[in-house]
């Protein structure tokens, strides 16, 4: 079994931060890429930013870029997401979101957390 926990999430005022972690666990072999999607109500869930565990090169929505930083920790199997300048419109339920190799097949899989509610107020 591959388990994605997130955790992080919560109410934070305009111009705030926080901070999202997600820790992976289970039986994987190897992840290729880590990343965060958001889906706000009444819309299709969307990226927000992916890292590739090989090079650390990561990749950002126009939206958030300048204002999230994705990082993570190979040693811990975690990704973050730094999120700075938070606007409303940031107000979704984000997911983690992996690439990863399981144990049990020679291929790439994708995995989903569960989604950590961040809401943003005026």
């Known amino acids: 079994q591959v388990q994605l926990v997130e955790s992080g999430g919560g109410l934070v005022q305009a111009g705030g931060s926080l901070r999202l972690s997600c820790t992976t666990s289970g039986s994987i072999l190897s992840i290729g890429t880590m990343g965060w999607f958001r889906q706000a109500p009444g819309k299709q869930r969307e990226l927000v930013a992916t890292?590739?565990?090989?090079?650390?090169?990561?990749t950002y929505a126009d939206s958030v870029k300048g204002r999230f930083t994705i990082s993570m920790d190979n040693a811990k199997n975690t990704v973050y997401l730094q999120m700075n300048s938070l606007k409303p419109e940031d107000t979704a339920v984000y997911y983690c979101?992996?690439?990863?190799?399981?144990?049990?097949?020679?291929?790439?899989?994708?995995?989903w957390g569960q989604g950590t509610l961040v809401t943003v107020s005026e």
């Open positions: 890292i590739t565990t090989s090079s650390g090169s990561p």
């Open positions: 979101n992996i690439n990863a190799r399981p144990q049990w097949y020679s291929g790439f899989q994708t995995y």
